[in-house]
């Protein structure tokens, strides 16, 4: 096995009694010797390791959080203490250490462990956490609760992995600094992005000013120099930090009202368990410990390459060489990122703008070709969303690439700075519909629903990979509205791919098969299972009609409208949630009047539910978006039993 030692001289030998078996619960580890604690945490990556390997999942973050779990469960008495993990693949060694080491081969499997901290699956997951920067807020208002009910223990907030880069964080740090609630936070560090550490005088400039006699010495200077006259308060408090911060760095957070403290190395126990103990012990508050750790830390492959290992399908322990599923379809990703390239090269103006998802989205690819041409903003959705209404307001033409969950996050500047005042952006959004194993926090639901309310918006859906190139096409000549087009997480159908785009009629679809007696008006890459539902109904007799909407908004009325006519069931189906396209079919066949003579409408959407986390194909078979799905609603609108081995002959 590669994986190299990563902790401090005097770690374990690894000829000595494993550790981890002995396990279970973190009173099991708080039993531990501190001099056993780097033996253990060498056994915890290991295990870590081999079990990533076998089920994928986000390995780099946890890897460099190690040490630090260790040192965080040793040091507090979870889960009476709330050790609250911001974005939740950092706590795959969290999980291994509060009793679910024997599921954790189940991770973001069918049926087993989440990918992220869930409040349903233990106790020491006092709060869930799969989008990013949400732990701060969450612990101030844990802290707040404890003090009004007059409890006494500790919230810890673990906070990095790039998620100090949103605006929530900041705005959760500037309530908690301006009250006296004790409040822990640990700022993951592990792109040393703020401060390296500064060696022995950084640490232990750390251990002092974590220290309880130094936290009470500054507390009262702080309340003396509140009786001097303003000016004189204001000098000897900027003295004191400044000072300080020639030396460390974390001004910043001071003038938001946190102790600051670090930075520290996150990898060594030495620095990590006095600190630790120091800010438990410290009645004042709220305070930031500044950890910096190494993302991948203690396995090769990873540190050599931390961004393909932060999520990783299946692997070779010893190689570190990832299992690749075989296909013939590129994916839909590659896709947009190759068609927006192609357009880009026509027209100087498009650029790109992504949310700290370059290689997520594709744009990765567009950012080697146009350098100049595409900003990541971090994971800041809301600024994302603005800045691209800016760069629209002087003529350029912005793709903003964002998952569908994570634009969720600036729906109110969609809203506002973008459809109120029509500006011309251009959402790509991916991982639309069911995205697998990261579950009902990553799924695609609702951007059909919460964008179609909204006035002069044109939503696109590629029913295949052919269809998305067409759409990138056609949003860079949507130069008067904003417009979106979604499409899902994983490979194209295998279609043959044209040349260039071309830009489609807005609001128009197109019928793929004509019948007599059913429509299925598919919107999305459901179009394949359609398909299949139509064969399947022609061996009972049934004729059916088959149509890509292409447009969620505007709708093709014409379209939909002469499907009612013509056929005695409409069928409409896409992968989100109810309030989407097949509310906005029945609206216009309402105001039509055509509901009243009798047709059969039978809209599907995902059920009212949350799904979690399962192989995609099994998740929309469950979800009923699956082609024997389609034929059951039909025969059920019908008014028939379908019976098994029923065919043509008895239709």
């Not at 203490?81 to 291994?96: E, F, M, N, S």
């Not at 991770?107 to 949400?134: I, K």
């Not at 299949?532 to 009325?557: C, E, N």
């Not at 039909?634 to 019976?643: I, K, M, N, S, Y």
Request: hydrophobic share 40%.
């Amino acid at each position: 096995m590669t994986i190299r030692n990563s902790v401090p001289k005097g770690s374990s030998d690894v000829s000595k009694t494993p550790l981890l078996d002995g396990v279970d619960t973190p009173a099991d580890l708080r039993k531990l010797d501190e001099s056993q604690l780097p033996q253990l945490a060498d056994e915890l990556r290991t295990e870590l390791v081999d079990a990533v390997s076998v089920t994928g999942g986000h390995l780099g973050a946890g890897l460099g959080v190690v040490e630090l779990t260790v040192a965080l469960h040793w040091v507090f008495d979870t889960p009476a203490d709330r050790l609250i993990w911001d974005v939740g693949h950092q706590a795959y060694p969290h999980k291994i250490l509060t009793g679910r080491r024997d599921r954790i081969r189940t991770l973001r499997q069918p049926g087993g462990l989440s990918g992220f901290t869930r409040r349903s699956e233990s106790v020491y997951d006092p709060f869930g956490a799969a989008h990013s920067s949400t732990s701060i807020s969450a612990g101030l208002g844990m802290a707040v609760a404890r003090d009004l009910a007059g409890g006494d223990n500790n919230v810890i907030a673990v906070i990095g992995d790039g998620a100090m880069s949103a605006g929530m964080a900041y705005e959760a740090m500037n309530n908690a600094g301006a009250r006296d609630e004790r409040l822990i936070v640990v700022l993951n560090d592990n792109d040393m992005s703020i401060a390296p550490p500064t060696g022995a005088l950084s640490a232990y400039l750390a251990r002092i000013t974590s220290s309880g006699t130094y936290l009470y010495v500054r507390d009262i200077a702080k309340q003396l120099a509140k009786r001097l006259p303003k000016s004189w308060e204001r000098r000897a408090a900027r003295v004191e930090e400044y000072t300080r911060h020639l030396w460390q760095g974390g001004a910043w957070f001071e003038e938001l009202g946190f102790y600051y403290i670090g930075p520290i190395d996150g990898h060594d126990f030495n620095q990590l368990l006095p600190v630790l103990k120091n800010v438990r012990d410290a009645r004042q508050g709220p305070i930031l410990v500044h950890v910096v750790t190494k993302k991948g830390k203690g396995y090769a492959p990873a540190e050599a390459s931390d961004d393909k290992y932060h999520g990783v399908g299946k692997f070779n322990v010893v190689t570190g060489a990832q299992v690749k599923a075989i296909t013939n379809a590129p994916s839909y990703t590659k896709v947009f990122a190759e068609s927006l390239i192609a357009e880009a090269r026509k027209d100087k103006s498009i650029v790109a703008v992504t949310a700290a998802m370059p290689s997520g989205t594709g744009l990765d690819h567009f950012g080697k070709e146009f350098p100049d041409r595409v900003f990541d903003v971090g994971i800041a959705e809301q600024h994302a969303v603005t800045f691209a209404a800016g760069l629209a307001t002087e003529g350029l033409k912005p793709f903003a690439a964002i998952y569908s969950t994570f634009l969720q996050r600036g729906y109110d500047q969609v809203v506002h700075d973008v459809a109120i005042q029509k500006l011309p952006v251009r959402f790509a959004i991916d991982r639309a519909g069911l995205v697998g194993a990261d579950g009902a926090t990553h799924a695609g639901s609702f951007d059909i629903a919460y964008l179609g309310c909204l006035p002069d918006f044109v939503i696109m859906a590629a029913a295949d990979e052919a269809e998305l190139r067409h759409m990138v096409a056609t949003a860079a000549a949507i130069d008067d509205r904003p417009s979106a087009l979604r499409y899902p997480r994983g490979e194209g159908v295998g279609v043959e791919m044209p040349a260039e785009g071309r830009v489609l009629e807005i609001g128009r679809g197109r019928i793929v098969r004509e019948g007599t007696k059913v429509a299925i008006v598919s919107l999305g890459t459901r179009l394949a299972e359609a398909l299949k539902a139509a064969d399947q109904l022609a061996t009972f007799g049934l004729s059916t009609t088959v149509a890509d909407a292409r447009f969620a908004k505007p709708i093709d009325s014409d379209l939909i409208r002469r499907l009612a006519r013509e056929h005695e069931v409409l069928v409409t189906i896409e992968e989100g949630s109810i309030g989407g396209f097949g509310s906005y079919v029945l609206h216009d066949l309402a105001s039509a009047g055509l509901l009243d003579r009798g047709l059969k409408v039978r809209p599907i959407v995902l059920p009212d539910i949350f799904i979690d986390h399962g192989k995609p194909d099994a998740m929309y078979e469950a979800a009923g978006l699956s082609a024997n799905a389609i034929v059951e609603t039909v025969f059920a609108a019908l008014g028939r039993e379908r019976l098994v081995g029923e065919g043509a002959d008895r239709a």
